[in-house]
């Protein structure tokens, strides 16, 4: 199909309106405002793929606010919204019916003059701010494919519109856009498709360790006064996670008897019916967590990856035309759980890299690679290299874990070895007998009953995520290969992505043309973007690609 596109050339293109693309946004026109006219100011245009601003933004979230300090030292004058001061910290180890209280908090676990804030309404503020700077935001906007012309990063290609599920055009068609730039900032959050390409086309890991990732499942709440104390938060380990595997909980008190719970599970679980949403509701179960949030009311769901490799994991940050920050680039404390100051700070690097280029009006690696020594030479690096073997350490279970975590605080990070060599989290996945040889069938079955009043089927939490997308367009989530769905994978895994996908997108069902035999049937429509399928499928055969711009959740209070 021959499609004539609209080229717009600005300077810089940044494509994520979350915390890091607004912090370079932001950063970057300060930066050349206190030049005094010596330099103009670039053309700088944001991208998102959201409806709004915060739209997909959803996270715990406990926001440490040294580098929004840095960035804007009048934040609170501003009006930022948060939910409360981090008022009392704890952490139990849970099973399945009792807890144990740590009878002290370690550091990394301590809070004193963290925010608990809304992700979703912290980033919508945050763009207010942008673009009372003047910068352009263009929500529902989605970027499809990078732009690479003679092995330099040049753009972005905007997703088209009104095409049928065919991919052919309809009445309403709208050729995507290209958008030339000088350079183009990739902020997408984590795993983003245009930040997947850009890795895997430009050689961006070579050198490092593949990424690990956790896929957190989340609820806010309205429950009965008194339930929490002011500002309280509770993180747990154990229970329902087996051991052997990675995961832990936690719960937020958000204030005017609002609560937030959420779990996160590893992906690299051996596990081929690993299900980080019917373990969230398994931890709901327990009664500690039963005792919160029984009466109450659910108002919202949502579901994300969290890039937990670690400092090992984290690409390259630059190449010619391009750089990489927050989530994208895997700027996460695995220790802590914690990145919106690191993404932040990394857009705050990203800046000041790219004023020196505007300077020398040179956007090759030669002057873009300055992110990476910015970075080395921050105290981002400082917190993330403390921590860069945490996530690695648990890979034996929760015992070694324990004790690894332990030697790390006193090793300076290292622990007991120093940047074990990992895989991919796919890999880690055991077909379904090798699963039962070593482990049994329990971690196979599922045996709780969703009452949809305090227990959540997955259909019924995407409804609470305010997730759309329009119904005639290509599938956004793209199978290689069918056939492996339905024979191969069916005997060999049993179908993983049915378990791994937070949101009810793959479902096996009666296939009437083969009797007896089930077949993969795709719901697009309920995506909640979180890219859990992209990263967990046992054959890589499933790929995320951004679909018409404002699809996907509309998360509020998240």
């Known amino acids: 199909m021959d ?9 810089i293109l940044v494509v994520g309106a979350g915390p890091a693309g607004l912090a370079f946004a932001y950063h970057l026109t300060n930066l050349i405002n206190q030049t005094g006219g010596k330099m103009p100011q670039p053309e700088i245009m944001v991208i998102e793929k959201g409806s709004y601003p915060g739209a997909h933004s959803l996270s715990g979230a406990i926001l440490n606010p040294r580098s929004l300090r840095e960035l804007m030292p009048d934040f609170l004058d501003r009006g930022m919204p948060f939910e409360k001061p981090v008022g009392p910290d704890s952490l139990y180890y849970f099973t399945s019916k009792s807890q144990v209280k740590f009878p002290f908090l370690p550091k990394p676990f301590r809070n004193e003059g963290n925010f608990i804030i809304s992700l979703n309404k912290f980033t919508g503020w945050f763009g207010e701010q942008v ?19 003679e092995g330099k990063v040049t753009g972005v290609r905007t997703v088209d519109l009104g095409l049928d599920k065919e991919g052919e055009p309809r009445s309403n068609f709208e050729p995507g856009s290209l958008l030339k730039a000088k350079v183009t900032v990739l902020a997408e959050g984590v795993h983003g498709s245009l930040s997947k390409e850009a890795i895997e086309k430009l050689n961006l890991r070579e050198g490092k360790l593949p990424q690990s990732y956790l896929t957190g499942v989340k609820e806010v709440w309205e429950i009965p006064e008194g339930r929490l104390r ?9 229970w329902p996670q087996p051991n052997e595997e990675y995961g832990g909980g936690f719960i937020y008190d958000m204030g005017g ?9 590893g992906l690299n679980s051996p596990n081929p019916a690993n299900d980080p949403h019917y373990k ?25 990856t969290i890039p937990e490799g670690g400092y090992y994991a984290m690409p390259r940050l630059y190449h010619d035309g391009l750089l990489l920050i927050g989530d994208s680039a895997g700027f996460l404390d695995s220790q802590r759980l914690k990145g919106v100051h690191l993404a932040i700070k990394s857009g705050m690097l990203a800046a000041e890299t790219v004023c020196e280029a505007l300077e020398k009006n040179d956007f090759s690696h030669a002057t873009l690679r300055g992110m990476e020594s910015r970075f080395e030479e921050s105290w981002a690096k400082e917190e993330l290299f403390a921590v860069r ?5 648990f890979e034996h279970g929760l015992l070694a874990g324990m004790i ?13 070895f120093d940047r074990r060599e990992t895989e991919p989290d796919h890999k880690a996945m055991m077909p379904l007998t090798q699963y039962i040889a070593r482990y049994g069938e329990d971690g196979l ?5 969703f009452d949809n009043k305090y227990l959540f089927d997955k259909l019924t939490d995407v409804y609470h995520s305010g997730t759309k997308h329009e119904e005639e367009q290509p599938p956004h989530l793209v199978i290689a290969d069918y056939d492996i769905c339905n024979n191969r994978c069916t005997e060999e895994y049993g179908n993983p992505c049915q378990h791994f996908c937070p949101a009810q997108v793959y479902e096996m069902v009666e296939d009437p043309a083969r009797p007896g035999k089930k077949k993969l049937q795709l719901t697009p429509s309920n995506c909640v973007h979180c890219k859990t399928c992209d990263i967990a499928d046992p054959y890589q055969i499933i790929k995320w690609v951004v679909p018409e711009g404002g699809g996907g959740p509309n998360y509020t209070n998240m």
């Open 257 to 265: 008897k609002m609560a937030a719970a959420g779990y996160a599970v």
């Open 131 to 149: 673009e009372g700077l003047g910068i352009n935001i263009f929500p529902g906007t989605g970027g499809f494919e990078l732009l690479i012309e």
């Open 445 to 449: 079955k599922k045996d709780l009953k």
């Open 280 to 304: 969230f509701q398994l931890f709901k179960t327990h009664p500690l967590v039963r005792k919160i949030f029984e009466g109450g009311t659910m108002l919202h769901y949502g579901a994300k």
């Open 404 to 416: 690894n975590s332990g030697l790390q605080m006193i090793s300076g990070g290292k622990g007991l």
């Open 389 to 393: 073997n945490f996530h690695s350490g």
């Open 230 to 238: 002011e500002g309280e938060v509770i993180h747990t380990f154990g």
């Open 3 to 11: 499609i004539q596109r609209e080229t717009l050339e600005v300077d």
